[in-house]
């Protein structure tokens, strides 16, 4: 069983809850091409719209508060602290001492910077030893494979699919060949995945904060509008539902200052350097920028969310235009292709004969699953490069 344990924190409780702009409010898909200022007056009507559902609801929570006679309570807020499961314990067990020195010598900066960015629920000498482990046990792996290559043969059918095995006795050099080959390459995939797969989590949330970060950015200038103090923005924005991930970035900010003590602009600054996003690390810096200076925060939002905004636009644009060609490929390659494929083998197979030492029976076997094969890696390619909904 995992076992957690809760640890209260006193914090100032948020005097109000923004809700956030209803998905229906977006302006989704391709958009055709007009003027900057456009854009922007089109963001500028969008704003209104928000400000007109949420800024008297603000106002009139804020009244009810100062009319109140009762002190501010406290906000409770319980942080669950887990215990890593077996596997990175028995990891830590083994490498954690060999994992402490790397980190030490300063041999892996980027990794640790990668799983930061991540939000992977692992400290860095702990998946470093996990990266070690998988590597040790992926080499152990392909050495029993190299043993069941040497010694045992498969003959597979495709039209039955039997699989019929036979005990051979390897040569010394097949039997070198596969000890050595098999193991290096399985160890080697396994590190490879282990010490790249932050990053693609990185990769991965970047492009998830992107998505959200057009409507996060009017939703914070319709509160900043409202006239609350900019610490609070953060608060109802990592409260929100609606921003998952960019939701993850504002309440960096919040921990920093409500765990560390760090001023609004210290912490804006400390979470700029751990977010993915290059677009979060110039909003986060800027805003710090304008609140040391004392500059207006509202008009900075406001600007930056059009800025934002078309960009998002132009990115939808492109991706409308990228998928008809796409759509062009896969209707030539999975479906055209195929139909003509099947049709040569159609004829030829009365004939007889075999293609590159197989029969006609294996070769439409093979087709089947190179067809099958394809059309999961075209939906996986679709699915990483089209926007979030």
């Known amino acids: 069983m995992r076992r957690t344990s809760s640890l209260r924190l006193l914090l100032p409780a948020p005097r109000s809850v923004l809700p956030a702009p209803s998905p229906a409010l977006r302006v989704p898909g391709p958009v055709s091409s007009t003027a900057p200022s456009d854009a922007y007056g089109e963001e500028k009507k969008l704003r209104d ?195 998952k991930e960019f939701g993850k970035e504002t309440r960096k900010v919040i921990n920093k200052i409500n765990l560390y003590g760090q001023d609004l602009s210290t912490a804006l600054k400390d979470a700029a350097h751990l977010s993915p996003s290059e677009k979060v690390r110039e909003l986060f810096n800027g805003m710090a920028t304008i609140i040391t200076t004392g500059g207006d925060i509202k008009l900075y939002l406001e600007k930056k969310a059009g800025d934002i905004m078309t960009e998002y636009k132009l990115s939808r644009r492109r991706f409308a235009e990228a998928a008809g060609t796409y759509a062009d490929i896969y209707t030539g390659v999975l479906i055209a292709a195929p139909l003509i494929f099947g049709v040569i083998l159609a004829v030829m197979a009365p004939l007889g004969g075999k293609v590159l030492g197989l029969s006609f029976q294996n070769v439409s076997m093979l087709g089947l699953v190179s067809i099958f094969i394809l059309n999961v890696a075209f939906l996986a390619f679709m699915k990483l490069v089209q926007p979030a909904d």
């Open 49 to 243: 719209v928000i400000e007109k559902r949420t800024l008297h609801e603000i106002k009139k929570k804020l009244n009810l508060e100062r009319k109140s006679p009762q002190k501010e309570k406290e906000h409770i807020t319980e942080i669950e602290m887990r215990r890593p499961n077996l596997y990175v314990r028995f990891a830590n067990f083994l490498f954690k001492n060999y994992s402490s020195n790397l980190i030490k010598k300063g041999h892996l900066k980027d990794l640790s910077s990668s799983i930061r960015k991540s939000g992977l629920n692992v400290l860095v000498h702990s998946y470093v030893s996990i990266i070690l482990l998988n590597t040790h046990i992926a080499f152990l792996f392909g050495v029993l494979l190299g043993l069941f290559l040497s010694f045992f043969s498969a003959n597979v059918v495709f039209a039955q699919i039997p699989i019929a095995l036979s005990f051979i006795s390897p040569s010394a050099f097949t039997l070198i060949r596969n000890m050595v080959i098999w193991p290096l390459l399985s160890a080697s995939f396994a590190f490879l995945f282990s010490y790249y797969y932050p990053s693609l989590e990185a990769s991965a949330r970047r492009s998830k904060i992107s998505d959200e970060l057009p409507f996060a950015l009017i939703h914070m200038s319709a509160i900043a509008g409202s006239g609350v103090e900019p610490t609070k923005i953060f608060r109802i924005i990592s409260d929100t539902a609606e921003y």
